[in-house]
């Protein structure tokens, strides 16, 4: 079982900056292929970026490319998420997810899940 605790949502001017956290209870943190996705009201969870266990491969959603950077600390158990030059359309409930092993190019087998927090993006 892997519990996972985001931190780092609030709200923040269009263009402005955030860095989410995820910290994760996982013994085998390394070897868990890491995510973020976000969720609107009345739309679907959308995958925004992930990050392979130990090589640090990373794969994102086309909107956010150039603009999000996913990372991780093995050594601390934690993922992050820098956002920059963020968008009102950025505005979205983010959460932290994970799955043993797995390749961050297949955006689909996460088994857990953060609660969320919330980002919000005014214009």
């Known amino acids: 079982q892997v519990q996972l605790l985001e931190s780092g949502g609030g709200l923040v001017q269009a263009g402005g900056s955030l860095r989410l956290s995820c910290a994760a209870s996982?013994?085998?943190?390394?070897?868990?292929?890491m995510g973020w996705f976000r969720q609107t009201p009345g739309k679907e969870r959308e995958f925004v970026a992930a990050?392979?266990?130990?090589?640090?491969?990373?794969n994102y959603l086309d909107s956010v490319k150039g603009r999000f950077t996913i990372y991780r600390d093995n050594a601390k158990n934690t993922v992050y998420l820098q956002m920059n030059i963020l968008k009102p359309d950025d505005t979205a409930v983010y959460y932290c997810?994970?799955?043993?092993?797995?390749?961050?190019?297949?955006?689909?087998?996460?088994?857990?899940w953060g609660q969320g927090t919330q980002v919000t993006v005014s214009p």
């Open positions: 990050i392979s266990g130990s090589s640090g491969v990373t």
């Open positions: 997810a994970a799955k043993a092993g797995g390749v961050p190019w297949v955006v689909s087998g996460y088994d857990y």
């Open positions: 996982a013994r085998t943190f390394s070897r868990h292929t």
